[in-house]
């Protein structure tokens, strides 16, 4: 079956620190990868995937993600966290052609002064 | 372009009232999803279209719950009779499946309130 997890819901880092946001998958064809994120009273914005090719792709807002296919992961990685950061955070699973995607529950950032 | 639209962007209604929600995708995208996100469940699909067409609708709670599509540029979800546990962040997305690109693009959501 189809499924995504983030282990972690709550992660608290300071300003300056860095940042891994951990996602497992489970797919049975190739997997497109996306990391969303949420700001309080917003919707999600993506802020990048992975289709093909490099396994290290790069977003916005700094973040980055490495694809590892032996371990079903997809981490979100940030060197240097700022305050704005603060947010939600959804790794999501899909594949080409295919509309649907599966959603992990979230991962809430808190950043300290 | 401005994005996926959605209407109303809060709504508060007593148990039992029809709700409908709004939503304008991107223009040019060929398919449609509405989620339901709850502190409880957190983001869930209700129902996804292709094309105008619903693909899949596994994920409506009820028959209280329908949603439909009548041309490229508008859908609503509406809720008949609306109940207290229906109160949620409703989320219409939007993507073009196109060379394998799937990405999909969010509303703002409609927040709705049940009393």
């Known amino acids: 079956a189809q499924s995504v997890t983030q282990p972690d819901i709550h992660i608290t880092v300071s300003e300056g620190a860095s940042l891994e946001l951990r996602c497992n998958y489970s797919y049975g064809a190739t997997p497109y990868l996306f990391w969303y994120v949420q700001s309080p009273g917003q919707g999600l914005q993506l802020l990048l995937k992975y289709f093909s090719g490099d396994t290290l792709v790069q977003g916005i807002k700094g973040f980055e993600a490495e694809f590892k296919r032996s371990q079903s992961s997809f981490n979100l990685r940030k060197p240097s966290v700022h305050w704005s950061d603060a947010a939600e955070y959804f790794c999501?699973?899909?594949?080409?052609?295919?509309?649907?995607?599966?959603f992990g529950s979230g991962t809430k950032l808190n950043v300290k002064p | 372009d401005a994005g996926v639209i959605q209407s109303p962007r809060h709504e508060v209604t007593e148990m039992g009232q029809e709700v409908t929600l709004r939503c304008k995708p991107i223009?040019?995208?060929?398919?449609l999803f509405w989620y339901r996100q709850t502190m409880m469940r957190g983001l869930e699909l209700l129902i996804y279209?292709?094309?105008?067409?619903?693909?899949?609708d596994s994920g409506m709670p009820e028959d209280r719950f329908s949603a439909k599509m009548p041309n490229a540029s508008f859908s609503t979800l509406k809720i008949q009779p609306s109940e207290p546990r229906d109160s949620a962040v409703y989320f219409c997305a939007s993507s073009l499946i196109e060379g394998g690109n799937n990405e999909q693009f969010f509303g703002p959501g409609t927040r709705l309130t049940v009393l």
């Open positions: 999501a699973v899909g594949a080409r052609n295919f509309n649907k995607f599966y």
């Open positions: 279209f292709n094309n105008n067409v619903p693909i899949d």
């Open positions: 223009s040019g995208h060929n398919s």
